[in-house]
């Protein structure tokens, strides 16, 4: 299966849909989702310090048989890792970590106060060194990419937030859409928190598609990078199985109305 691509604000190209490694920190669990998502078409995985999974990627990837140039990798630095000396020494364990002398894209995870003007500054050297070829960032709202713009001399080009039919962010995505950031979608099943919704439930039906399905398609076609997490490899070929229908006017119309502001992640809303 061929997955879409979408082109980022510098050039590069990012793959639409990424196994999103969260929480899978048993390597054999780990070993097990990764190949199902190759098998189903996966070539993107969106990986963290914080997850503690960078050594089981490298790993994989290498036993994997594939090209290097075959694969979308992401990671981000951790909170705990934020500061100038501390952010460039972390990286360069991630890349030992990933077994990889570049990624495809890295991001800062959290705007972490104080710490984030010189942690964007050690990233963007890492990006002009061409270790990683496009810098973002995550959990950034107006205000903090508001706040990035007075001492950026690269502006980011994704931001990955908690975005899902239940929590639409819409100010957010016409600030990002205006700047050419583009969107990447955490959570965006919403853990599973919302699961019978009548609406949903009913564009399911209608379409022969799973409730998850629906919900991952609405994130495509808001021009989003979709990232669901699974470690079950049925549901990791569900999750990728979104391309072969489209939601009609009246299906999009109906699902901007569930938009219920729910946050089920830790929220950067009030971080100064």
Same mark, same amino acid.
């Given at each position: 299966?061929?997955?879409?691509?979408?082109?980022?604000?510098?050039?590069?190209?990012?793959?639409?849909?990424?196994?999103?490694?969260?929480?899978?920190?048993?390597?054999?669990?780990?070993?097990?989702?990764?190949?199902?998502?190759?098998?189903?078409?996966?070539?993107?995985?969106?990986?963290?310090?914080?997850?503690?999974?960078?050594?089981?990627?490298?790993?994989?990837?290498?036993?994997?048989?594939?090209?290097?140039?075959?694969?979308?990798?992401?990671?981000?630095?951790?909170?705990?890792?934020?500061?100038?000396?501390?952010?460039?020494?972390?990286?360069?364990?991630?890349?030992?970590?990933?077994?990889?002398?570049?990624?495809?894209?890295?991001?800062?995870?959290?705007?972490?106060?104080?710490?984030?003007?010189?942690?964007?500054?050690?990233?963007?050297?890492?990006?002009?060194?061409?270790?990683?070829?496009?810098?973002?960032?995550?959990?950034?709202?107006?205000?903090?990419?508001?706040?990035?713009?007075?001492?950026?001399?690269?502006?980011?080009?994704?931001?990955?937030?908690?975005?899902?039919? &239940?929590?639409?962010? @819409?100010?957010? #995505? =016409?600030?990002? +859409?205006?700047?050419?950031?583009?969107?990447?979608?955490?959570?965006? /099943?919403?853990?599973?928190?919302?699961?019978?919704?009548?609406?949903?439930?009913?564009?399911?039906?209608?379409?022969?598609?799973?409730?998850?399905?629906?919900?991952?398609?609405?994130?495509?076609?808001?021009? &989003?990078?979709?990232? @669901?997490?699974? #470690? =079950?490899?049925? +549901?990791?070929?569900?999750?990728?199985?979104?391309?072969?229908?489209? /939601?009609?006017?009246?299906?999009?119309?109906?699902?901007?109305?569930?938009?219920?502001?729910?946050?089920?992640?830790?929220?950067?809303?009030?971080?100064?």
């Amino acid at each position: 299966m061929k997955i879409p691509s979408i082109t980022l604000a510098d050039g590069n190209t990012i793959p639409q849909i990424a196994l999103g490694l969260w929480k899978n920190k048993d390597a054999a669990e780990f070993n097990t989702a990764f190949d199902a998502a190759i098998k189903a078409g996966y070539r993107h995985f969106d990986s963290a310090q914080a997850y503690g999974n960078e050594q089981f990627l490298g790993e994989r990837w290498k036993q994997s048989g594939l090209q290097r140039e075959e694969l979308f990798i992401t990671t981000k630095i951790a909170v705990q890792h934020f500061g100038y000396h501390s952010a460039k020494r972390t990286f360069a364990e991630s890349l030992e970590k990933l077994q990889t002398d570049y990624v495809d894209l890295l991001l800062l995870h959290f705007p972490v106060p104080v710490l984030r003007k010189r942690t964007w500054q050690a990233v963007e050297e890492i990006h002009a060194a061409g270790q990683a070829r496009s810098i973002g960032v995550s959990n950034y709202m107006i205000n903090h990419l508001e706040g990035l713009k007075k001492y950026a001399k690269t502006m980011p080009v994704i931001n990955q937030v908690e975005l899902h039919v &239940f929590l639409q962010q @819409p100010e957010l #995505v =016409t600030y990002c +859409r205006d700047h050419n950031i583009t969107l990447e979608a955490y959570s965006p /099943l919403a853990h599973g928190k919302a699961m019978d919704n009548p609406v949903v439930v009913g564009l399911a039906e209608k379409h022969g598609k799973s409730y998850a399905q629906i919900m991952l398609r609405w994130c495509l076609e808001q021009d &989003f990078v979709v990232l @669901p997490k699974s #470690v =079950t490899p049925k +549901r990791i070929q569900q999750n990728i199985d979104i391309f072969d229908f489209k /939601l009609d006017a009246d299906d999009r119309a109906a699902l901007a109305k569930q938009d219920q502001n729910l946050r089920i992640c830790w929220s950067p809303v009030h971080v100064p």
